[in-house]
C-alpha cells in the first residue's frame, strides 16, 4: 500500500496538464468547469469539436488498447488524466458513453468487425453514443424490457420497435446501443439482445422530457422499425442480458475520479459563498461544509481502493459495491447544503422565464442522482444480497 | 501507486485474526474488563514475546521489526473487531509513537528496545481537567530550575494510566496557553510525587486512569524535544494516535455488521428469516457503506501516517487525514454498534450477549481524542478560517 506516484507517472502527469494548459485555450475557454450534471445540454457544438481536440492529442480511450486506437494507459496514469483533466476546468464529456461504456463492450464481446466499423469513430472523437436501457415499464426492475427485434428475412436486418426512456444526450447522438427481446414470449433476462443502431434514420424519433431543472438533458427514444443491420447484434440472439451487465461492470471504472472533481469544483464554489455571505462562520454550516469535504476525501479513497484492488475471480468488491449509493447521496447532500449556505438567496433565478444559477441546477438536478442507475432502494438490495449474502427479494413466479 | 494490501500485509491480517479469534474470546474479554487491571497479563506477555506486535513498526535499531503504520493499522482492526482487552495501544499509539516522534536517541535506545521485548508499558497524559484534546488541554505546569524541572497538574482520560510503567506526560510553562509554551516529558511511573487512580468507566473494555503530579522533580534526561516549544512533536503523536483509534472502530464496525447479519439470518419470525425483510436489508447495506468508507479514510490515514515517518510527500496532509478517519469512523462505528442492538431485537439489550459490549466501545472511542463534531470543526478551521 503505497501512495505516491512513480517519476514516470509523475512526467505523464506533467504532459497531460501541459496539454490541457496549451489548449483549453481560445474558443475553448468558455467551456471551463461547464457541462457537468445538471449543465449537460450546454454548448453541445463547442463540446463537439473538444473531443476532436482531444482526439487529436490522442487523449481518448487513453484506457483501451493501442491495437484499437487507444494509449494502453496503466491505471495509474487514468488517475492522472482524469484528476488533471478535471483540476484544469475542462468541460464534461460528450463522448464519455461511447468511450467509457461502447468502446470497452466492444472490445470484451464484439465482433472484429464490429470493433473495425465503431472504435475508430469513438477514439477520433466523430461518433457520439447514448445508451437504450431503460424503458417505461422497465426502470428498476430493468430486464422487464419490452421494445422487440425481429429479423426480417427480407431486407436482412433486425427490426427494433418499442420505447427507451431517459436516454442522455440522445438528441446530440449518433449512435445508441438497445437492449431488445429477440425471443417472443420471454421474459426477464432470458431472451434480449443488444444491439446497435444508427440514431438519423426514419425509424427513429427522439423527444425531450423536461425535467424539473426546465431543461432537457434526457430524452424518451421511440423505435417504429427502426433499421440494425445483421452484423450490429453484439453477441447472439437472446445473450444481451450477459453484454449489458457486462457494459455496467465499465461504469465504475476510473472515470469516477473525474466525475469527483467535478465535485471538488462544485464544493469550491459552495465554500466561496460561504465565505462571501458569512454562513462560514455559522457553526452547522461550518459542520456540514466539512462533512461534505469528508465525505468527497473518502469516495476518492474508497476510489483508489477499487482501481487498486485485484478482483482477480471478477467479483466486485465491497468497497465498488458501495459506490454508488455513496456518490449519490453525498451529492444529493451538497445540493442542499449549497442552498442553505445561500439562505433567501438560494431563490433567485439567474434570468425570466425560469434560467437556473449553477448551485440552482446542481440542488434540483442532483435529485436524479439517487434514481438512475439503480436507485437508492436498489443499490441497498444488491449491497444485502451481494455483498452480505442475504436473501435475494422475493419474486412473484413469471 | 497502489491502494491494496500486498501479500505480507494480507497474512499479518490473516495471522492476527486468527490468533485474536483464538484468544480474545467472549468470556477472555469478559474475564479482562472485569478486573482493575484490564488485561490478562499472561497474554500480554505471550503476545509480546511470541508474536511481537508491539514491535511492528518499531526500527530495527531499537530491536523492532521496522514495518509500517500500515501493518500496524491492519492489527489494530482486528483488535477492535475482537475486542482485545491488552495495554497495546496505549504502549504502541501513545507511548511508542511519542518516542519516535519526540523522543532523544538516548531515550529511544532507553525505552524501545524495553517495548519490544515486553518489559515495559507506556502511555500518554495531556489532557487535563478541561477534558479537551487540543493544546488548550493541557493545564499541568512546570517549572525549570537549575538542571531540573518541577511538574505539577492532573491529567483525567489517561489510557491504562494505573498499570503502566513509564508516563509520558505534557505540560506548560505558567502563564502561557494554546500551543505556545508546551513541553513533553518522559517519566517513571513509580516516580516520586506521582499518584495514579484507577477511573471506572461505563466502557470496560478500555481502562483508564486520574493521575496526579505533585511536585514531580525530573532532569534533563527526561525532556523529550525543544522545551517549552513541544507542542508540534505532540501535535504528531496525537494525530498518529487517532489514526490508530480510528482503525480499533473500523475492525468494531465490521463486527457488528457480521453479527448483525449472521443473528438476523438465524433468527426466524412470520416463518422467515428476518434477515429477508427489506428493512433489515437496508439497515444492514447501510452498516457496510459506513465500514468500507471508514476503512478507505482508514488505510489513507495510515499511508499517510507512514510518510511522516519516512518524511514523504504527504506528511503535510497529516492532521487532515487524521480528522478525516476519525470524525467518519466514531461517527459510523456508533451508528453501526446502535444499529446492532436494534437488529438483534431483545436479545441485543441483554448482558450476556457482545453487541453492548461493542455499543460502549463505539461510545468510548467517537469521545477519545475528539469526537465527530471536534474532528469536523478541525477540517472547518482548514477549509473555512
Request: charged share 20%.
Amino acid at each position: 500500500m503505497k501512495l505516491s506516484f512513480s517519476k514516470e507517472d509523475e512526467k505523464f502527469r506533467e504532459e497531460v496538464a501541459n496539454w490541457l494548459h496549451d489548449n483549453l485555450v481560445g474558443e475553448f475557454e468558455k467551456l471551463k468547469f461547464r457541462g457537468g450534471p445538471g449543465d449537460e445540454h450546454m454548448f453541445p457544438e463547442e463540446r463537439k469539436k473538444w473531443e476532436s481536440k482531444l482526439a487529436q492529442g490522442g487523449w481518448i480511450g487513453i484506457a483501451w488498447p493501442k491495437k484499437y486506437g487507444g494509449r494502453g494507459c496503466s491505471i495509474e496514469q487514468q488517475v492522472i488524466f482524469n484528476e488533471e483533466y478535471a483540476r484544469a476546468g475542462a468541460p464534461g464529456r460528450v463522448g464519455h458513453i461511447g468511450e467509457g461504456l461502447t468502446g470497452p463492450t466492444l472490445i470484451a464481446f464484439g465482433s472484429e468487425a464490429q470493433k473495425k466499423r465503431y472504435l475508430p469513430g469513438i477514439v477520433s472523437g466523430n461518433d457520439l453514443w447514448c445508451q437504450g436501457y431503460s424503458e417505461p415499464g422497465a426502470g428498476s426492475d430493468l430486464a422487464n424490457v419490452r421494445t422487440k427485434a425481429v429479423f426480417d428475412e427480407a431486407s436482412g436486418k433486425w427490426l427494433i420497435t418499442g420505447q427507451k426512456v431517459w436516454t442522455s444526450l440522445a438528441h446530440e447522438s449518433d449512435y445508441i446501443f438497445v437492449i431488445a427481446r429477440t425471443d417472443p414470449g420471454s421474459k426477464g433476462h432470458k431472451g434480449l439482445g443488444f444491439f446497435l443502431l444508427k440514431m438519423e434514420q426514419p425509424g427513429i424519433e427522439v423527444r425531450g422530457i423536461k425535467q424539473l431543472t426546465g431543461t432537457s438533458e434526457f430524452n424518451e427514444v421511440f423505435f417504429d422499425n427502426a433499421e440494425c443491420d445483421a452484423q450490429d447484434i453484439v453477441g447472439q440472439p437472446g445473450e444481451g442480458w450477459a453484454v449489458a451487465m457486462g457494459l455496467l461492470g465499465f461504469e465504475r471504472g476510473v472515470s469516477t475520479l473525474g466525475q469527483q472533481m467535478q465535485f471538488q469544483n462544485e464544493l469550491n464554489e459552495v465554500i466561496v459563498a460561504a465565505k462571501d455571505n458569512g454562513t462560514n462562520q455559522d457553526p452547522m454550516i461550518r459542520q456540514r461544509i466539512a462533512d461534505a469535504h469528508i465525505g468527497l476525501k473518502i469516495m476518492r479513497y474508497n476510489s483508489l481502493r477499487m482501481l487498486s484492488g485485484n478482483g482477480d475471480d471478477g467479483s466486485l468488491q465491497k468497497e465498488a459495491l458501495i459506490y454508488k449509493l455513496f456518490w449519490a447521496t453525498w451529492h444529493r447532500d451538497l445540493g442542499e447544503l449549497a442552498m442553505d449556505v445561500l439562505g433567501p438567496e438560494a431563490e433567485i433565478v439567474s434570468a425570466a422565464p425560469y434560467e437556473l444559477t449553477r448551485m440552482q441546477a446542481l440542488y434540483l438536478f442532483v435529485r436524479s442522482d439517487t434514481i438512475y442507475g439503480g436507485t437508492n432502494e436498489i443499490q441497498r438490495n444488491i449491497i444485502a444480497e451481494r455483498g452480505l449474502g442475504m436473501p435475494k427479494e422475493l419474486r412473484p413466479s413469471v | 501507486m497502489e491502494f491494496s494490501f500486498t501479500e505480507e500485509q494480507l497474512m499479518i491480517r490473516d495471522t492476527a485474526q486468527s490468533f485474536l479469534s483464538e484468544v480474545s474470546t467472549s468470556s477472555a474479554i469478559r474475564n479482562a474488563m472485569e478486573s482493575e487491571w484490564g488485561f490478562d497479563i499472561n497474554l500480554w506477555q505471550r503476545l509480546c514475546t511470541q508474536m511481537g506486535w508491539q514491535a511492528t513498526h518499531i526500527p530495527e535499531e531499537y530491536g523492532g521489526f521496522g514495518l509500517g503504520y500500515v501493518e500496524l493499522v491492519i492489527m489494530l482492526e482486528q483488535m477492535g473487531q475482537y475486542l482485545f482487552c491488552s495495554p497495546f495501544f496505549s504502549t504502541v499509539c501513545l507511548g511508542a509513537n511519542a518516542l519516535l516522534v519526540a523522543g532523544s536517541e538516548a531515550q529511544k535506545h532507553n525505552y524501545l528496545p524495553q517495548i519490544c521485548d515486553g518489559s515495559l508499558t507506556a502511555t500518554l497524559a495531556y489532557t487535563g481537567r478541561l477534558g479537551s484534546w487540543d493544546a488548550n488541554a493541557v493545564d499541568a505546569i512546570v517549572s525549570a530550575k537549575d538542571n531540573e524541572y518541577v511538574l505539577n497538574g492532573a491529567y483525567r482520560y489517561v489510557p491504562d494510566g494505573h498499570t503502566a510503567d513509564v508516563l509520558i506526560v505534557a505540560a506548560r510553562n505558567a502563564d502561557t496557553s494554546g500551543k505556545s509554551g508546551i513541553s513533553l516529558f518522559v517519566i517513571d511511573a513509580k516516580a516520586k510525587g506521582v499518584t495514579r487512580e484507577y477511573l471506572p468507566t461505563m466502557d470496560q473494555t478500555k481502562k483508564q486512569a486520574h493521575i496526579v503530579l505533585d511536585n514531580v522533580v525530573v532532569n534533563e534526561q527526561a525532556l523529550m524535544g525543544e522545551y517549552a516549544n513541544a507542542w508540534p512533536l505532540l501535535d504528531k503523536i496525537i494525530n498518529l494516535a487517532t489514526i490508530a483509534t480510528a482503525a480499533e472502530q473500523v475492525g468494531g464496525s465490521q463486527q457488528v455488521l457480521d453479527m448483525s447479519v449472521a443473528y438476523t439470518k438465524e433468527r426466524v419470525q412470520f416463518g422467515r428469516s428476518i434477515a429477508g425483510f427489506q428493512a433489515v436489508k437496508h439497515q444492514a447495506a447501510d452498516m457496510m457503506l459506513r465500514t468500507e468508507v471508514a476503512r478507505s479514510a482508514v488505510y489513507y490515514a495510515a499511508c499517510v501516517a507512514q510518510e511522516v515517518f519516512d518524511s514523504g510527500l504527504l506528511a503535510g496532509e497529516l492532521e487532515e487525514a487524521a480528522s478525516v478517519a476519525k470524525s467518519y469512523c466514531s461517527d459510523g462505528y456508533f451508528k453501526n454498534a446502535g444499529d446492532a442492538i436494534q437488529l438483534h431485537g431483545g436479545v441485543g439489550f441483554t448482558w450476556e450477549y457482545d453487541v453492548h459490549l461493542y455499543f460502549k466501545r463505539a461510545k468510548s472511542s467517537q469521545v477519545f481524542l475528539g469526537n465527530g463534531a471536534y474532528h469536523r470543526e478541525c477540517v472547518a478551521k482548514i477549509l473555512l478560517d
